[in-house]
């Protein structure tokens, strides 16, 4: 598994067919601040802009001093995570706050060197990259929208947008005075947390959504896909069958059409949420079931098996039944730059280590070899990871002088198993919502949504309320 | 005053005539560790050594996790901090911790590109010369000492090496336990300090510590410097009383001829120690009070006025009666790189406003123009300051989030100005020192101690030692 999960589901979220910006519920003005290339030397005075989104129609007129909510924008254009945050504006409203979506560097319209940014034979260009530069942008934008002013800013992000939050609180405490840093999986890093971990909460999340045939056929589909592909008029088979838009002809091609299989199971359990909804791709509420449910008797034979695999995937890939095909290369949509953006991130700082054992998950058995993977990085973009940066920088599990983050993990939620679900110290909160899936409960509130999720966000609600009348 | 006057200590410390490292009372290996150039990018893979020294014969063998005392190396010379901060050996013995003291780079022998690294024609040369590329190099350093085991890890430093030291327990709180920040003036930065506080505590200093006369006749005698100087002969008369090693000839040899008596007043308060010291220049005990000895009567005339101050000022320049002439070029030892560092950092990221008042204080009065400065700056180095960098990244006042920081400060010590006096929370502690010095604390035991300072460490050694018992 050579790109880090949290990635694919950037590339996907933005595949054709997907219509991510839909639904346009809230309205903001789209800015541009200026930051320097690079915070950290005095190599040269390079600079360039990032956009951030800004709405203070919450605010109080009379109130020079309202607070900022202020989402630490991860990977993606921040448009879209604005439209898919829907808490931050709800909680925003009524604590009349300022709301501010900032946008991380290298991705959306934050391209340091524009439509050349990703220009692999310039290595100077991926220099800046990291997350420490992103964090500066971020005090910068802070700082420059306090004005010299005193305000209580609290800093908001799911996923990697949430581990940014809560990295940001952990170095920046005089700049964010909190950060909800909703599922995001600070210890999905080397030597912190296994690296099944992932696979395996996908897989009970599949094993329990309908009936437990669903994995048991899943786990049996990999075999029956080598088996059918294994003659060319197999190949043409499931090309048709699983109306793939580039046609299966190679090893390879099987390689990633079955790397995408899994790549979807992934972003399924995190999509799990329950209703209709757009996040990743267009979906059907609780997708999981719904896939599952074509899987729900043991198939007779590989024949049967492939065919209601088709079916099963259809509900992620075609739910709109206007796809024109399954684009397992993620080649389509060249003109976004995101899938780029966390390859890149994968190949410097997010080292995030995926294995999978095929005897207790419904994976294939793979394993983690950082010296490949290191290789792969250098031939894609002359990176050498550095896997150890983010554990030497933000402590790994030795959280204890941690303050003011909530981290809030949904146990339906792959990603909860590199979340912090133990509180280091009584100033920082742990919220686990047994139902969730990925951030749901940053998402508006929803008439589906279950009860752990309503009570998690009053939580959030509350403790983000004291925090800011501490202030 | 163009460079902070943090600096000048040093270029003056390693002048001819004075023998810093006379006083071999510490043992220890040197060893060298190889960090990269910079931390923050991934541009190159550069690499350089810096030294560390290391002794571990404290440590009680049969105990595998003995704690690391580990000095966060300041500007200059890692040998000479060592033989200087005898309390960290002293509390080591006690706890039988292992101690390191890590070099900074650009300092001593640690230099990124040897004999070129100051080649200012090089601006590459310098561009990494910074705090946070520092830290970074402690953190990765601490995590090669641990070799993978828990340990408690203890910061500490003085002066420079105590700011180091507070910021690298902000910023890196899984690394280090707690830091002892001895006279840190952490913020003598801009907007947090009135700009004048350094010199108005050492106009104090010297109007007490004999009698106010003192300071009363050095504030007239830059007045009579001036009339003298007015005249070729005059200059002459001034060259030949204080033993100039340049011939007073211009107006630029006078206005450094002053400004150099202006930072011996202030190196004077910071080394005013109990006893003879030679850690900034070889000195008597009570160096102020010896001095303003011979300044104790008010001169009646510019003549007598001259001639007292020559008196006076060889307590300072030549107080072993061997230094062959008063080197107020600071011209004399090229060889020492020391200046060139402190110099750069000030016109990087160091930027620490000074200025003065002649209506109350002994100094001149002078302002603080930022523009002037990095106007300077860039001439000289090709840098552009950035006054804002730390406070913007370490917080300013606002260190509410700060924990297990022991910040001392003598009230003798014009660094104190810049100090933290007042406890952001219970687990931040301030310790003053009434007749204290520059982090006097610091320093070996010495029967000659006042018992404020005997107070200081017992304190320190009690609240190391639950750091390290609650570990």
Redesign the interface.
């Known amino acids: 598994m050579f790109a880090a999960l949290c990635c694919v589901l950037l590339v996907l979220a933005f595949a054709p067919g997907s219509k991510v910006l839909a639904e346009e519920k809230f309205q903001y003005a789209i800015k541009e601040f200026t930051v320097p290339l690079?915070?950290?030397?005095?190599?040269s005075?390079t600079s360039f802009n990032i956009r951030y989104l800004y709405n203070d129609s919450y605010v109080d007129k009379t109130n020079p001093d309202a607070p900022i909510f202020f989402y630490t924008g991860n990977e993606g254009d921040i448009e879209w995570f604005a439209q898919n945050s829907g808490f931050v504006w709800e909680l925003a409203a009524k604590e009349h706050a300022v709301v501010v979506f900032a946008e991380h560097r290298y991705y959306g319209k934050s391209l340091p060197y524009g439509s050349d940014t990703f220009n692999t034979s310039k290595?100077?260009h991926?220099?800046?990259?990291?997350v420490?530069?992103t964090l500066?942008d971020y005090?910068?934008l802070i700082?420059f929208l306090r004005n010299g002013r005193e305000l209580p800013v609290v800093a908001f992000g799911g996923s990697y947008g949430g581990m940014l939050a809560a990295w940001f609180r952990m170095?920046?405490?005089?700049?964010v005075i909190g950060a909800l840093a909703a599922s995001a999986p600070i210890l999905q890093f080397p030597g912190l947390t296994p690296c099944e971990i992932f696979n395996r909460i996908t897989t009970s999340v599949f094993e329990t959504a309908y009936n437990a045939n669903c994995s048991a056929n899943i786990g049996k589909s990999w075999k029956a896909f080598e088996t059918l592909a294994s003659t060319d008029a197999g190949k043409l088979q499931l090309t048709d069958k699983f109306h793939l838009c580039d046609p299966l002809k190679t090893a390879d091609d099987l390689k990633a059409f079955l790397d995408y299989l899994e790549e979807v199971y992934g972003n399924l359990a995190m999509a799990n949420y329950p209703y209709n909804s757009s996040f990743l791709a267009p979906l059907p509420a609780y997708p999981v079931r719904q896939l599952c449910y074509y899987l729900k008797d043991l198939a007779a034979n590989e024949t049967e098996l492939i065919n209601s695999m088709a079916s099963a995937l259809a509900v992620y890939t075609n739910y709109t039944g206007t796809t024109p095909c399954m684009d397992y290369k993620n080649t389509r949509d060249t003109a976004n730059f995101d899938d780029h953006g966390w390859n890149i991130q994968s190949c410097?700082q997010m080292v995030m280590p995926f294995c999978a054992n095929s005897s207790d998950t419904m994976y294939r058995t793979s394993t983690w070899n950082l010296k490949e993977y290191s290789d792969k990085c250098f031939k894609k973009f002359q990176?050498?990871p550095k896997p150890y940066d983010i554990v030497?920088?933000?402590?790994?599990r030795?959280?204890?002088?941690a303050?003011?983050i909530i981290f809030s993990n949904g146990l339906l939620d792959p990603w909860s198993g590199g979340g912090v679900l133990q509180a280091p110290n009584s100033e920082v909160h742990v919220i686990i919502l047994p139902e969730g899936a990925h951030h749901l409960d940053l998402r508006s509130s929803h008439s589906a949504d279950p009860p752990s999720v309503k009570d998690a966000r009053e939580k959030e609600a509350a403790i983000i309320k004291q925090w800011i009348e501490k202030f």
């Open positions: 690079d915070h950290y030397s005095f190599l005075n290595p100077e991926l220099a800046y990259f990291t420490e530069q500066e005090a910068m700082t170095k920046y405490p005089h700049i410097n990176l050498t030497l920088r933000y402590g790994g030795n959280l204890e002088a303050s003011n």
